[in-house]
């Protein structure tokens, strides 16, 4: 017996897209399914992200209640006693013409703005009164003048630092707490 030793090669056919519909509905399904995949997770991602505005809208809006919450009560507050105090001295002046001088210097305070109550204490640092502040030439009301300028610049320069290293301290805790520290 005689073997051929001939081999016959076994060419397989190439199959180009399209031809082989098994291959094509198995990439179909897969590229639908990935992106199916991908349009889930970015809805998830949004999802996540648009609760987490919302939460931080909600917190933000909380402390700013608490905050304008905690100033009306302050300014309540002042003004209660402020009637009580002009209820007390309509009250009291029919029995007496003069107030009492402590109610006289408090009404005094009370009337002015901030920064009159500065410059008077920084006259009194400087052991000047006003009336003394009057009768000077205007040559030395200018220096005096300017020096109270200048200390008022320093201590707002000191208030803003002293605020800011508060700030830091406090690391953004609690803003209502930040607001009554700061009064």
């Keep these: 017996m005689l073997v051929s030793a001939k081999q016959q090669a076994m060419i397989l056919p190439l199959k180009r897209p399209g031809e082989d519909p098994t291959a094509d509905a198995a990439s179909g399904l897969q ?7 991908r349009d889930n997770v970015q809805a998830q991602a949004n999802q996540g992200n648009a609760q ?19 100033s009306d009560n302050i300014d309540e507050a002042f003004a209660k006693t402020r ?4 209820t007390a001295a309509s009250q009291d ?7 009492s001088s402590a109610l006289k210097d408090f009404k005094d305070y ?10 008077d204490s920084i006259l009194a640092e400087m052991g000047i009164s006003e009336e003394e502040y009057e009768a000077t030439p205007p040559e030395k009301q200018l220096a005096v ?3 109270i300028a200048q200390r ?11 605020k800011a290293q508060e700030h830091r301290n406090t690391g953004d805790k609690d803003p209502a707490a930040t607001l009554l520290a700061s009064l």
Excluded: F, H, Y
């Design 31 to 37: 590229s639908a399914a990935l992106q199916a995949l």
């Design 52 to 70: 987490v505005r919302e939460s931080a809208t909600q917190q933000a809006t909380q402390q700013v209640n608490a905050a304008t919450a905690i």
């Design 110 to 119: 009370m009337s002015k703005t901030p920064e009159e109550r500065l410059r």
């Design 83 to 86: 009637v009580q105090l002009q």
């Design 93 to 99: 002046a029919p029995t007496s013409q003069t107030d």
């Design 145 to 147: 003048g300017q020096e």
């Design 152 to 162: 008022m610049q320093d201590k707002s320069a000191m208030a803003q630092m002293e």
